[in-house]
């Protein structure tokens, strides 16, 4: 069976310093890999997402950056932090099928990110 | 622009009542609608429905789809307490993006 690991579970930072949370998917090859950052009481926002090892689009213009490195593996980073960085960052999976066809939408567990 | 709209906010029953939760979307090329329950932590997957009319369920939630008017409800029976949570639902987005696009969810409140 599948599973998605993000570490950490939760982060407190200074604004102004570097982020880095990393998501990693076991049990399925070639997925499709989303970045997520959901304020208090707020719906889901669409960060990042990637078809591909070094395929990233992004839907937000800010100070936030996702790398792809390995087929697997999902990185959300940031050089300087913000205050409004602070959220919970979800990071999920899919499978990655012919166009026109969906599959549903799977979420790791989830980091909450205060930045002071 | 592809988008989900979902009502009411926020409800607050007392268990025991039933509730009908209500997603509507636009989205071009429609391909399913997905239902998500989010506790304290990320959203854990309900249901995905593709078709119109064929009512899914597990336990005492349902969910059904009208692709004609676009939109799709859920109903939670006998209410417990342990389904107060958000309720996301979701549309994958325009064929060929691989997004998804997600409402603001329905806050549940379930008083024992």
């Known amino acids: 069976s599948q599973t998605i690991h993000q570490w950490p579970a939760t982060l407190v930072q200074p604004v102004g310093s570097p982020l880095s949370l990393e998501c990693t998917v076991e049990g399925t090859s070639n997925p499709n890999l989303y970045w997520y950052r959901q304020a208090a009481g707020r719906g889901l926002q669409l960060l990042f997402y990637?078809?591909?090892?070094?395929?990233i689009s992004s839907e937000v213009p800010q100070n936030l950056s996702a790398s792809r490195p390995q087929d697997r593996q999902f990185i959300l980073s940031s050089k300087k932090l913000l205050l409004s960085d602070s959220g919970f960052y979800l990071c999920?999976?899919?499978?990655?099928?012919?166009?026109?066809?969906?599959?549903?939408?799977?979420f790791g567990p989830g980091t909450r990110l205060t930045v002071t | 622009e592809d988008k989900v709209v979902q009502s009411p906010l926020s409800l607050v029953v007392h268990e025991g009542d039933t509730v009908t939760l209500n997603c509507s979307y636009e989205v071009t090329n429609f391909r399913s609608l997905l239902w998500y329950k989010q506790e304290k932590k990320a959203p854990t997957f309900l249901f995905m429905l593709t078709s119109s009319g064929i009512e899914k369920k597990s336990g005492r939630l349902s969910s059904i789809l009208d692709k004609k008017e676009l939109f799709s409800i859920l109903n939670i029976t006998a209410t417990q307490t342990g389904d107060s949570a958000v309720y996301l639902c979701a549309v994958p987005g325009t064929s060929g993006t691989y997004k998804y696009i997600f409402g603001t969810g329905t806050r549940l409140k379930v008083l024992a």
């Open positions: 990637s078809v591909g090892i070094g395929q």
């Open positions: 999920a999976w899919s499978v990655r099928g012919p166009v026109g066809v969906s599959y549903e939408q799977y």
